[in-house]
């Protein structure tokens, strides 16, 4: 259950129209999906949520568009956000991740999740090698 309402033509706003008319040029298609609908509800938050997330994401970087999906995946599932697991491994795969990346992906989640939590319960210290203060 939402914890605000979308607004029921957000589009009649002129700053929501051009986040929208930004969001569908970016992504060369037409759908708006629910998370800026829902953001729509504020356009100051829409349009600095969109200007970063198209930073981050659409811009060109040091990071391949299906590593950063594949990153974003692994944040999301480890944060426990379905929403954004559910879209972005649907990003993922319209970039490419095959079902074998995908497994992969999962397990290194997985694995991650769980040595994570064997390091902070043995509460484990940091090698010197790996801390560069100590260089």
Known sequence: MSTVTPPKNPEENPRVKAVFDDIRATRKSDFINNMWLWLAFDPDLLEQTWRDVKAVMAEPSAL???VKEM???AVSVTNGCDYCAHSHTAAAKAKGMSDAQHAD???VI???ARTNQLATALQVPVDAVFDKTSD
């Open 105 to 107: 992906l999962l397990r």
């Open 110 to 112: 997985s694995l991650a």
């Open 71 to 73: 990153l974003y995946i």
């Open 64 to 66: 391949d568009p299906l």
